[in-house]
């Protein structure tokens, strides 16, 4: 075998190795492996391509372009197993690493064509090999920004989940076309002033594809801006509605406990009077205030206010709630803000168990004290359908205000330093939170 042939046919596929990174830079914090296993894999598939495309094409005397084409293809298998992203949105990383290549590689063909003129193998001198890898490395450092900044942030933006099945044909068809405009030879690249014309005009692909990437990137990084403030907006008004309701039901209880001596000193003096229609006057206005009397459920007294209040809507439902809160009237988390917490839990819980067969409407609450300054919270309930869940680990909806509830709850949990994890298995929504004392 010869080996200087065999040596450039290293160093023509040692294309791969630049094209590997531009392709992983976007993606690598979505591998679904562990690093080490992740590295030694990618290793072994750029050597066993590297050097036995190497060994193959020295032996068959062809080029190198059935194994680049087979070799793309066992890549992007491997690509798209190891990451967990969509089809389309690997397709859109990959597609660009191979653009970015086919870029360097038909530079490359004009740019060494006067070296390649005397050249009679079907594989660039060594020289001319080494060019087209450099060219690769430096196209890849000019999208530097591109891959590790503006990729990563589209990759995560949800709202552009539906387009990335039109946005992949992008990198695709422009992968096709640089590549389709590389000479079959150097004589062919040295036709007039082809070359001289192609060595600057083709540095427009790379460049309208960089300026394009970051428009698109500075548009979508203000679309999330704009849907976050919404986002904010509405949960501030989640919250205030749910504080209102909180705040009423506080005062409405903390009114008929002050009220509640007062009454009892006037119906005592009608009854020891013998004014019994005067007492039944007086007492059946009383006895409407209190149709729905608070319902006692813990200790706690505004947090009893507000499950009371919830126990009475989810009753009219035909909805069950299982109470197992154990706490005492002085808990370590501001009152108003865990009664708001849990009013927007019984909220979500009640809105999904609606849509169930009257059986199955059952929601089972528990809240405690797992510490002296660490309050835990678990609420489950069944619910149909599938439910989606965002890169926070909270439900997906298209549907105008619904989610805002666990936001608020989120970031409730957030500002106590705590942690919430949302689970939906077997048709079981269960939400478990720990919020810790501010102190």
């Not at 590297?50 to 060994?55: K, P, W």
């Not at 020289?127 to 890898?133: D, K, P, T």
Request: charged content about 20%.
């Amino acid at each position: 075998m010869n080996t200087n042939l065999f040596l450039r046919y290293v160093i023509e596929l040692s294309i791969f190795i630049p094209a590997s990174i531009i392709a992983i830079i976007p993606v690598y914090y979505y591998k679904k492996v562990k690093a080490g296993f992740f590295f030694g894999t990618l290793a072994a598939l750029l050597i066993t391509i590297i050097c036995g495309g190497a060994f193959l094409c020295t032996f068959f005397g062809q080029n190198s372009n059935t194994v680049t084409f087979i070799s793309m293809v066992v890549m992007f298998g491997a690509y798209h197993y190891f990451f967990d992203l969509s089809l389309s949105k690997n397709l859109f990383c990959f597609a660009n690493a191979v653009m970015l290549c086919g870029f360097a590689t038909t530079y490359t063909r004009f740019l060494t064509a006067p070296l390649e003129l005397e050249n009679n193998y079907l594989v660039y001198e060594a020289s001319s090999g080494l060019i087209r890898v450099c060219s690769a490395v430096v196209i890849g450092a000019i999208f530097t920004h591109t891959l590790y900044v503006e990729f990563p942030a589209l990759l995560d933006t949800e709202t552009l989940d539906p387009a990335w099945k039109v946005l992949m044909i992008s990198p695709m068809t422009t992968a096709a076309a640089v590549i389709w405009m590389k000479p079959i030879n150097a004589a062919n690249a040295m036709t007039g002033r082809l070359r001289m014309i192609c060595l600057v005009v083709l540095w427009a692909i790379p460049l309208i594809a960089l300026f394009l990437y970051h428009v698109f990137w500075w548009f979508s990084k203000k679309m999330t801006e704009t849907a976050q403030l919404q986002q904010s907006y509405d949960i501030l008004k989640m919250e205030e509605k749910q504080y209102r309701i909180t705040q009423r039901y506080l005062q409405e209880t903390s009114q008929l406990r002050h009220d509640f001596r007062h009454h009892l000193h006037v119906i005592l003096e009608y009854a020891e009077n013998g004014q019994k229609e005067d007492l039944l006057a007086y007492t059946k206005p009383l006895a409407e205030i209190v149709d729905k009397p608070v319902k006692s459920i813990c200790k706690n007294i505004p947090l009893n206010a507000i499950c009371s209040h919830y126990y009475y809507k989810a009753h009219e439902y035909g909805i069950r709630i299982l109470w197992g809160i154990d706490l005492e009237e002085q808990i370590p988390i501001n009152e108003t803000e865990l009664c708001s917490v849990i009013g927007n839990l019984l909220d979500n819980s009640i809105h999904a168990v609606c849509k169930l067969k009257e059986e199955e409407r059952l929601i089972d609450l528990r809240i405690g004290m797992v510490s002296s300054e660490a309050l835990a919270i678990s609420i489950k309930n069944r619910y149909e359908g599938i439910i989606i869940m965002d890169k926070n680990n909270l439900p997906v909806t298209d549907k105008i205000n619904h989610g805002i509830g666990l936001r608020s709850v989120s970031n409730t949990v957030e500002r106590y330093s705590g942690s919430m994890v949302i689970q939906t298995k077997d048709g079981v929504f269960d939400v478990s939170i720990v919020m810790y004392s501010p102190d």
